[in-house]
Every structure is written in C-alpha cells, then in structure tokens.
C-alpha cells in the first residue's frame, strides 16, 4: 500500500523558477550585510538587564565557545541531513523536485531571517554584560532577534516533513521527529552559547516553520 501510495503521490515540479527563486533569496539575504544594516548603534551599553523578559535574563552569563562550534555543526548536519532524506529512495524527476523545493524555503528563510534581524535591531545577550563596551563595536552583536541558526534548521525539518508526508515516503514521521530534534538542539546550543536570548530561538523556530511550511505546501 505505501509503494502504491508513493507511486501516485504528485511529484513537486523543478525548472528555472526554482533557480531564480533560490538566486534572488539569496541576494535578498545579502543585503543586510552590503548596505551595513543596522546601521544604528545600540541602544544601551551596557544594557540593564532588567528590561528583559525574566526567562531572556536566564541566559546572562552563558558563554560557551564549545556549544557555539557545535550548533554550527549540528545546524550543517540537520540541514544536510533534510536534504538527503527529501531525496533518498525516489525517482530522479522526483528527487530533483524535492531538491528545488527545499533549497528553496532554505533560502527563502535565509531572507526573512537576515531582514528581520536588521529591522529588529536587537542586542545580544554580551551587551547586557560587563563585556558590552568592547562588544558594542561589532555589528553583528545587534541581530540577536531571531535565531538565524535556529530558523534554517526547523525550515529543514518542516520542509521535509511536508514534502515526505505529501508523497507518502517510508519513516516520514519517524525521520521528521529526528530533525526536530536536532533542530530544538541547535536552539538550546545557541542559548548555552550566549549567543541568543530564549525568545530569539522561539522566534527563529517560529520563522523557520512557517516558512517551510509555506513553501512545500504550496510549490507547484
């Protein structure tokens, strides 16, 4: 029944408008960065730790290099290993489609994520610190909001969480529990890191789902 299923399911559609979906995701990602964005320079240095939510000031002290390069690692591992799942076992024509689509809401959440942190504009937990002065001079310390890591890896594992249930591939649910797994990891890396605020993970997880699900439920 499953190997019928499959067979039937509609296969995701593949060509040019998937490239220039992908490219133009991409340039939008790069923006922020080329035209210096934020340029404004924080609002506070140091910032009172008592403006923030009580579980934000929870994070206040974590600064784990270790935790920083292993969410790298593991956001690398979710991702590649969406990717090799959405194509495992399936026709080349389907494989293809899935491909396209996937890479598609990776880079459509690269977008959103980077515009978002720009227009956010908000500061990292190291500018609530005593480290905030020497900290303050980088402009990435403002892009706190929302988790760039977080939201790729839970766009990868929504993404193919729809793809798989839509053409009924074998494990579906049980591959997709693992990837959200990995991806609540990267969160909780990138919080032991210091990197992030609780509510900046909630938020990323919140962007990378739904634009994975948009994406997969609606590409032709």
Not at 105 to 128: C, D, E, F, G, Q
Not at 140 to 168: C, E, I, K, W
């Amino acid at each position: 029944m499953a190997t019928q299923l499959a067979a039937q399911a509609p296969a995701y559609r593949y060509g040019w408008g998937d490239a220039a979906t992908t490219a133009g995701a991409g340039v939008v990602a790069l923006l922020p960065a080329a035209l210096k964005l934020p340029s404004l320079p924080p609002p506070c240095v140091p910032c009172d730790p008592s403006a923030l939510w009580s579980v934000d000031r929870r994070v206040l002290g974590a600064d784990s290099r270790a935790a920083g390069t292993v969410s790298d690692v593991a956001l690398f591992g979710v991702v590649g290993l969406g990717g090799w799942l959405a194509v495992s076992g399936t026709p080349r024509t389907v494989a293809r489609g899935n491909a396209a689509t996937y890479v598609d809401a990776l880079a459509i959440t690269l977008a959103a994520t980077n515009w978002s942190k720009a227009l956010v504009h908000r500061s990292r937990p190291v500018l609530y610190t005593s480290g905030a002065a020497a900290a303050a001079t980088v402009r990435d310390n403002r892009m706190s909001f929302p988790s760039g890591h977080t939201s790729m890896a839970f766009a990868a594992a929504t993404s193919y969480l729809v793809l798989s249930r839509r053409q009924h591939q074998r494990h579906a649910t049980r591959n997709a529990v693992l990837l959200y797994l990995g991806a609540a990891g990267v969160g909780a890396l990138r919080l032991e890191a210091g990197r992030h605020f609780p509510t900046d993970v909630l938020g990323g997880a919140a962007l990378g789902t739904s634009v994975g699900w948009l994406v997969a439920r609606f590409h032709p």
